[in-house]
Nanobody
Framework: QVQLVESGGGLVQAGGSLRLSCAASGGTFSSYVVGWFRQAPGKEREFVVAINKSGTGTYYADSVKGRFTISRDNVKNTVYLQMNSLKPEDTAVYYC?????????????????WGQGTQVTVSS
């Protein structure tokens, strides 16, 4: 069973950038699809982006396409989320999640393993 720990969140001004990391341990990292989700106060948890097991395939939510970039390093057992041109509406707790299946699922319920989350706050 894989354990996930997010880091890299913080407070930035609109237009700024952050890079989030999701460090995995306790499993074979390359056997997992990894997704990023976010949840703002009073809102449902929403899909941000997912990456396939090899790192060659991605799927982005329309709201972040062109601004966010996901990548993974299966040697370092880490997935990254580079966030550029941040907007106040990006403010949320960001979670990474892992799934052994091969589909890039958008539903949170399809992911079996979750990190604790990291807060991203974008000021106007």
């Amino acid at each position: 069973q894989v354990q996930l720990v997010e880091s890299g969140g913080g407070l930035v001004q609109a237009g700024g950038s952050l890079r989030l990391s999701c460090a995995a341990s306790g499993g074979t990292f390359s056997s997992y699809v990894v997704g990023w989700f976010r949840q703002a106060p009073g809102k449902e948890r929403e899909f941000v982006v997912a990456i396939n097991k090899s790192g060659t395939g991605t799927y982005y939510a329309d709201s972040v396409k062109g601004r966010f970039t996901i990548s993974r390093d299966n040697v370092k057992n880490t997935v990254y989320l580079q966030m550029n041109s941040l907007k106040p509406e990006d403010t949320a707790v960001y979670y990474c999640a892992a799934d052994r299946r091969s589909i890039l699922a958008v539903m949170p319920s399809r992911y079996d393993h979750w990190g604790q989350g990291t807060q991203v706050t974008v000021s106007s």
